[in-house]
T-cell receptor, first 113, second 113 residues
Framework: GAVVSQHPSRVICKSGTSVKIECRSL??????MFWYRQFPKQSLMLMAT?????????EQGVEKDKFLINHASLTLSTLTVTSAHPEDSSFYIC?????????FGPGTRLTVT | QQQVKQSPQSLIVQKGGISIINCAYE??????FPWYQQFPGKGPALLIA?????SEKKEGRFTISFNKSAKQFSLHIMDSQPGDSATYFC????????????FGTGTRLKVLA
């Protein structure tokens, strides 16, 4: 149980385009989902907390207009990186909260060329 | 006050040895302390977790020791195996509220065959 999936696992996009990453809780409902960013050999940096049916709460320094988060249902949250730049290249990981625990997805490797 | 300090940054252990990773926190409101294991290119996976009402928790070869007065907790991996080679993250959170995690900086463990 408590499986979280992400799609796509890898994506390459051109600079200036937008890319959407999906996070799904497969066997439980998640009122809260989290989006993290991880640079090579570094820790997970929380970007935002996504609550179903309401606006996401962004961490300090994260541009909410650049990283659009939508949590339209109890099993799906999406992160859209708008007008992507090479510096947005990173490993993006989501997690879903279930019974007070966070269950992590497998991550999405974004490369912006 | 929201930081979780983790050490060492990297660790090399012989097969069969004990791996010890330490974390310290400042915020006494934290009441949930999980450890995550992450392999390259994958999302973190929950390994073991503890709440401050117990001083030790053991699951198989993995043990968490918790010192509430010192605000420290540690992960012990007994009989370390090459398959344990991964990055380990400690985290802390408050069970009430948003369940937001504060992650340590990570420890890269390498177990030599």
């Amino acid at each position: 149980g408590a499986v979280v999936s992400q799609h796509p696992s890898r994506v390459i996009c051109k600079s200036g385009t937008s890319v959407k990453i999906e996070c799904r809780s497969l066997d439980f409902q998640a009122t809260t989902m989290f989006w993290y960013r991880q640079f090579p050999k570094q820790s997970l940096m929380l970007m935002a907390t996504s609550n179903e049916g309401s606006k996401a709460t962004y961490e300090q320094g994260v541009e909410k207009d650049k990283f659009l988060i939508n949590h339209a249902s109890l099993t799906l949250s999406t992160l859209t990186v708008t007008s992507a730049h090479p510096e947005d290249s990173s490993f993006y990981i989501c997690s879903a909260e279930g019974q007070g625990l966070q269950y992590f997805g497998p991550g999405t490797r974004l490369t912006v060329t | 006050q929201q930081q979780v300090k983790q050490s060492p940054q990297s660790l090399i252990v012989q097969k069969g040895g004990i791996s010890i990773i330490n974390c310290a926190y400042e915020n006494t409101a934290f009441d949930y302390f999980p450890w995550y294991q992450q392999f390259p290119g994958k999302g973190p996976a929950l390994l073991i977790a503890i709440r401050p009402d117990v001083s030790e928790k053991k699951e198989g070869r993995f043990t968490i020791s918790f010192n509430k007065s010192a605000k420290q907790f540690s992960l012990h991996i007994m009989d370390s195996q090459p398959g344990d080679s991964a990055t380990y993250f400690c985290a802390a959170s408050m069970a009430s509220g948003t369940y937001k995690y504060i992650f340590g900086t990570g420890t890269r463990l390498k177990v030599l065959a």
